[in-house]
């Protein structure tokens, strides 16, 4: 090992010699793109702002529009004399100043960028191949969002295939040894820019539908003798792309071909089982294939995502993690040298020279492997190894600057990044004994996460299970519990097992629950799978009124020893069900498949949001529970705290068939309410199975009651009752409006005025905006408005483009609408199912018909599956505020795109309906942003990403106008709604004399000793 490492540090320091005749021009100190990086690598928010600037800079059309962005970004943000000169000379002369700044960042870009087209790239690959260099090129594109999109791409890599193939044809090998393992060819494929419905839950389909793209790619390669290579992109699509590369070349056609290679990425955790996996596959296959080992071009991605998601994260913490990991995986490659051919893809001399000894220690003659390198990047590197006899090769993106500021970006981070070697060495010059020391030294024990990284806090915990908010103080920042990420194969095992379980069940029936016992009536109202109506999941028993009548009773029987249960014991009963529910993941999600026609990940995220409802509420009453001191007045005391209300109805939807009804149960449960929960007619199965969650948690008997069955019976009857105290209800806008009037007549008997909590739907819109992300907008539209079917009150159904942008997002729109996978959601990847009854599906219809008589229908899905309830996904363009679809719910997969002249107009059409749910904003301009969050009216004002979606305590959620009565599930002050505010005041003064202090809580009068 000391051997290795000295001949790691004498190869190193000779890099260094050979690099040092040769200085790096990107990190030179002269020049546009050297200054904007000195001072991005000193100020982490000039960073920021000039990436963003440049990721919009090339879709603004005019000098004008440059000149206000450039304003907006940077401008009275304190950086710097430089930059606030050129953005006050760009005010005065914006045409001459937005042309220059245009041509600056399209040379930035050129340096990472091989040429704009394959002619364009030869220039560059022939100056390469005079310094002993080779390539791989890879074809910039912007994000694939439809199949036209991927179809158009798979064409320009066969043309860019042949054109290589055609021009190097006289190329030999720069080694002119082992050369049968290296083609001259090389081209860098991604796998994402192939098919446009990629789903991590759903391998089996990504592979059918990228085989038969690539064959011709592969089969055309092979015939010319070129190299085919896999990229390595996202976490979530690795294991497809490993998948793929196997399933594709184990083929017959393709079994004994070498000349393919795929990419492994050291910062991931499970790398070295997937390398270990693919050198057995390998060996199996029994002929040569590459591997390209990197660190990973995507890690600050993929630390967010994990974050933002709760999941544990993919990448190491420590960047020393993945240098070792670096190593360990390239003794792995060098020591399989007989099956798998080796490169290197890396700029880290300590990595390379790494590589470098341990091949000689083990024999391997530098033919045998290659080093690759990226364009534009590290270049004094590329000319050492060359004069040091290896091979080296160049990745050559190709492409248009549009397609290119995803990698431009990318790029750009990994110059800049603090942690990274290129800077180390050439911004900062790190000495070579720092830069070449033995990575694993400086690993922090225990994964623990080195000061001044990247990773938030909240990170540490990543890796804990998500735990109850028992040991929280109150108020502390609640941490939701993770989505189920289907990328794993065990997650998508479990699910697969989850739904055959579940249809063994299919026709189980239900009792009501009433006082803690199962009550059977005689009529059983069946409850169908929407994607095959003659399928019956399970039947509820149907209450009539004397069932109704018994739940009133059980429920005030309970109320009086339910409402003095302290609130510690209330919230562990929530936090019990929440548990059960995170045990029964899977078998909850998949009656949520066949109940309400939920695709697999909107399933499970429908039971995180109900374990994230009975957590959250629980940390929330523990925080309003305790009787607050409101000041300190000597002699006095005065606590503000609260009281239940009595008896909750809670009347349920079934959009989201167990989290918003567990929402409002377990908020009327947790602050001392007893409840009668009424899930929809349509979703009984998942109610019911609530039910059994709160019983197996141990919820005394009254406290919470289970009545399935039809609104029209028992809904009235309750809601007028003069013993329900307060209505949660959740559902559409002519129920609600009726309940909120019926509510307000007080009966005779009656001793509150009833508290109605009323959340109704929306007519939800997004604008676009004119310097948008197209691809990143088109996505966003098409999941907010065909997700679900378009059913849930969130979902988006007026897109507001402005003219200036029309055609261009028009003409993706469509055809990215006609890629959806439309199909039965047991299937994982489905993103459209049926609609939920037939009643939906003849008022869809009917809407559908009205929007062919007021607008012009511009797409509609054909292929549809023959039975069950399915709409097809349906597009009308030319549509005005006035008109109906354009102003009445639809619910369901029905997209009006309105055309405005410019954002004015945009936000009073967004403005101008009955309804404030959810609004969308997709820009890149930060005064618009601004404007925008103050001016849209929704209750969730989401900017560049989609307007569904809200997670319970970050996205507090509800609406206002005719959405609701303005309360936010989810939220800190929710179960105020549940609870009435009391304040008791005590003169403790006795002759002048006062205690000298109060305590700040205190509870005790909350539960007092019952005689
Ligand atoms: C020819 C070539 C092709 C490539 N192809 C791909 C590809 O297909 N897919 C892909 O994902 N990448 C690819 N990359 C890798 C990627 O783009 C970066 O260039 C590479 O990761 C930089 O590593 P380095 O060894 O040059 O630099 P170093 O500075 O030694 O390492 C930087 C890298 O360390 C990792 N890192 C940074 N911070 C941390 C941290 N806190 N904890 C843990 N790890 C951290 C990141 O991967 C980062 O990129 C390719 C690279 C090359 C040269």
């Given at each position: 090992m000391k051997a290795l490492q000295s001949e790691i540090e004498r190869r190193g320091r000779r890099i260094f010699e050979l690099v040092d005749k040769h200085p790096e021009a990107l990190f030179s100190k002269a020049g546009f793109y050297q200054r904007l990086m000195a001072l991005s690598m000193r100020d982490e928010r000039f960073k920021v702002q000039l990436f963003r600037f440049v990721d919009v800079l090339p879709s603004l059309r005019g000098s004008r529009d440059i000149v206000e962005h450039l304003n907006e970004y940077?401008?009275?943000?304190?950086?710097?004399?430089l930059i606030n000169a050129g953005v006050r000379l760009a005010g005065v002369v914006p045409w001459l100043s937005g042309r220059i700044l245009r041509w600056n960042v399209s040379g930035m870009a050129h340096q990472f960028i091989a040429g704009k087209n394959p002619d364009d790239v030869m220039a560059t690959l022939r100056k390469r191949r005079a310094q002993k260099i080779g390539f791989t090129v890879d074809l910039l594109g912007e994000a694939v969002v439809s199949e036209a999109d991927a179809d158009e791409y798979a064409a320009r890599y066969l043309d860019l295939l042949e054109k290589l193939a055609l021009d190097t044809k006289d190329w030999t090998d720069p080694l002119g040894k082992n050369s049968e393992l290296f083609p001259v060819v090389n081209l860098s494929v991604k796998i994402s820019a192939l098919y446009s419905q990629m789903n991590p839950a759903d391998p089996a389909d990504a592979i059918t539908h990228l085989v038969p793209k690539l064959r011709p790619l592969l089969r055309r390669a092979r015939e010319l003798g070129a190299f085919i290579n896999f990229d390595m992109e996202s976490y979530a699509h690795k294991n497809t792309t490993l998948e793929l590369f196997k399933t594709i070349l184990t083929e017959a056609e393709f079994k004994d071909w070498p000349h393919v290679g795929i990419v492994i990425q050291a910062y991931l955790r499970d790398s070295e089982a997937d390398l270990r996996d693919l050198i057995e596959w390998g060996r199996a296959r029994s002929t040569r294939f590459a591997v390209r080992l990197v660190k990973g071009a995507y890690w600050d991605y993929e630390t967010t995502k994990s974050l933002q998601n709760s999941w544990d994260c993919p990448v190491f913490f420590q960047k020393p993690q993945s240098d070792v990991n670096f190593e360990t995986l390239t003794e792995l490659l060098l020591e399989n040298q007989s099956i798998v051919t080796a490169a290197f893809g890396s700029h880290n001399v300590r990595s390379i020279a790494h590589a470098q000894a341990l091949a000689d220690e083990l024999g391997i003659d530098h033919s045998c492997f290659e080093f690759q390198l990226l364009y534009g990047m590290a270049g004094p590197i590329k000319q050492a190894l060359v004069e040091m006899g290896y091979r080296v090769r160049e990745y050559c993106p190709v492409g248009e600057l549009l397609p290119g500021m995803a990698y431009l970006v990318r790029r750009l981070l990994e110059n800049t990044s603090n942690e990274g070697f290129l800077r180390a060495k050439f911004a900062e010059s790190v000495s070579a004994k720092e830069l070449l020391r033995d990575p694993r030294e400086l690993v922090k024990p225990d994964g623990a996460i080195p000061p001044g990284s990247p990773i938030p806090a909240t990170a540490r915990n990543q890796h804990r299970k998500n735990d109850a908010s028992l040991d929280s103080a109150p108020g502390d920042v609640y941490r939701n519990s993770p989505l189920v990420n289907f990328v794993y194969k065990d997650s998508q095992d479990k699910m697969r097992s989850a739904l055959r379980e579940a249809r063994s069940r299919f026709g189980e029936k239900y009792p009501l629950v009433i006082g803690g016992e199962k009550v059977w009536t005689d009529q059983l109202t069946p409850s169908v799978n929407?994607?095959?109506?003659?399928?019956?999941v399970g039947y509820g028993s149907e209450p009539g009124i004397p069932e109704a009548e018994r739940a009133v009773k059980a429920a005030r029987a309970a109320f009086g020893k339910w409402s003095r249960t302290p609130f510690e014991e209330r919230a562990r009963l929530l936090e019990r069900a929440a548990d059960i529910m995170e045990r029964r993941r899977y078998e909850l999600s998949a009656v949520e498949v066949f109940e309400v026609g939920k695709p697999w990940n909107e399933a499970d995220a429908d039971i995180r949001e109900a374990i994230d409802f009975c957590r959250f509420y629980a940390q929330q009453m523990r925080r309003l529970g305790r009787p607050k001191l409101t000041q300190q007045v000597p002699g006095e005391e005065s606590y503000h705290h609260y009281w239940p209300r009595g008896v909750a109805f809670v009347i349920a939807p079934w959009n989201f068939p167990i989290a918003i009804v567990c929402g409002m149960a377990s908020a009327g449960v947790v602050t001392g309410n007893t409840v009668i929960m009424k899930p929809s007619e349509q979703s009984i199965v998942c109610g019911a199975m609530l039910m059994q969650v709160f019983e197996e948690a141990g919820v005394p008997p009254g406290v919470l009651n289970f009545l399935s069955g039809h609104g029209s019976v028992i809904g009235a009857h309750l809601v007028d009752h003069k013993d329900v105290d307060l209505i949660a209800f959740t559902g559409s806008r002519e129920v609600g409006l009726k309940i909120w009037e019926s509510a307000g007549i007080t009966r005779p008997g009656q001793r509150e005025l009833k508290r109605v909590i009323c959340e109704m739907g929306g007519k939800n819109a997004m604008i676009v905006d004119s310097d948008a992300d197209i691809g990143e907008a088109i996505g966003y539209s098409i999941y907010s408005a065909f997700?679900?079917?378009?059913?849930?009150?969130?979902?988006?159904s007026r897109l507001i483009l402005l003219e200036e942008n029309y055609d261009r997002v028009m003409e993706r729109l469509i055809p990215a609408a006609a890629s959806l996978r439309i199909g039965n959601p047991e299937e994982p990847g489905i993103m459209v199912g049926p609609v939920i009854d037939e009643a939906a599906y003849r008022r869809i219809l009917d809407y559908i018909e009205v929007g062919k008589s007021e607008a012009t229908l511009a797409y509609q899905a054909k292929d549809?599956?023959?039975?069950?309830y399915f709409i097809p996904p349906t597009i009308f363009t030319g549509v005005k505020p006035n008109m109906r679809i354009a102003r009445?719910?639809?619910?369901?997969?029905v997209l009006s795109v309105l055309k405005v002249r410019d954002l004015d107009e945009a936000l009073e059409v967004a403005n101008g309906t009955d309804y404030a749910l959810t609004g969308g904003f997709l820009s890149r301009s930060p005064d618009n942003i601004e404007r925008v969050k103050a001016q849209l009216e929704a209750g969730n004002v989401y900017i560049n990403r989609s307007c569904t979606g809200a997670i319970v305590g970050r996205h507090p959620f509800g609406g206002f106008k005719m959405s609701g009565s303005g309360t936010k599930a989810g939220g800190e002050d929710y179960l105020l709604n549940f609870l009435v505010p009391r304040v008791v005041t005590e003169n403790t003064t006795r002759h002048g004399l006062a205690p000298e202090q109060t305590p700040e809580y205190r509870e005790e009068f909350l539960w007092p000793k019952l005689q």
């Open positions: 940077f401008s009275d943000n304190g950086f710097g004399p929407p994607s095959a109506p003659d399928e019956i997700g679900y079917q378009g059913q849930k009150c969130s979902a988006l549809l599956p023959p039975h069950g009445e719910e639809i619910f369901g997969p």
